[in-house]
Nanobody, 120 residues
Framework: QVQLVESGGGLVQAGGSLRLSCAAS????????MGWYRQAPGKQRELVAA???????NYADSVKGRFTISRDNAKNTVYLQMNSLKPEDTAVYYC??????????????WGQGTQVTVSS
């Protein structure tokens, strides 16, 4: 079993910053890709940012230059630094990881989500 636990969401005014964290634990052999998705009310879940084990990054156009994804491989943790937040960034943010488990199974895992609300 693999668990992803997010933290760091909350309420912030437009222009402010938040830092999300996601720690993976359980029967982990290695983690390939880790990333953040978000889902706003009435909208589909969308990729925000992703980071491979080789440090290749991918960002949604809407967050480029404002958000930064990073990871601590020793802690199996991924972070999302969000600056210059806008009301349209309001959503539930989900952590995602592609994991090789200790029994050599490969799969994608999701966190439970953390709410980010940006007030205007």
């Amino acid at each position: 079993q693999v668990q992803l636990v997010e933290s760091g969401g909350g309420l912030v005014q437009a222009g402010g910053s938040l830092r999300l964290s996601c720690a993976a634990s359980g029967s982990i052999f290695s983690i390939n890709r880790m990333g953040w998705y978000r889902q706003a009310p009435g909208k589909q879940r969308e990729l925000v940012a992703a980071l491979t084990s080789g440090d290749s990054t991918n960002y949604a156009d809407s967050v480029k230059g404002r958000f930064t994804i990073s990871r601590d491989n020793a802690k199996n943790t991924v972070y999302l630094q969000m600056n210059s937040l806008k009301p349209e960034d309001t959503a539930v943010y989900y952590c995602y990881a592609d994991v090789w488990t200790t029994i050599r199974a490969y799969g994608g895992y999701w966190g439970q989500g953390t709410q980010v609300t940006v007030s205007s």
